[in-house]
């Protein structure tokens, strides 16, 4: 189940909430986020905030999930509701680079 959730974020670019990858993988949530967070302990995920209250966006970034959703050119970052999104890390940018 760990490569496939690893390979669902690489299909879905790279990042994706827990709900997106619960539909993709028809896992259920709260299972899901455990093994999301394990992957997050482990370093091969990161846990980033997206949403209205998110500093990124606060500061003129664009948040990782905001780069790959669809509705982006409509979307207001001061209206959106405040989430997670897990990340895969590159290897290279691993602790020990494994």
Partial sequence: ????ILEALQASGGSASVRE???RLGVDADALLGML??????GRLRREPWGGTCLMAEQGHVPPACRICPLRSMCHLADAPLGVVYTVVPPSSREGGD
């Fill in 37 to 42: 967070e394990f992957l997050a302990h482990k």
């Fill in 1 to 4: 189940m760990i490569t496939e």
């Fill in 21 to 23: 990858l619960s539909a």
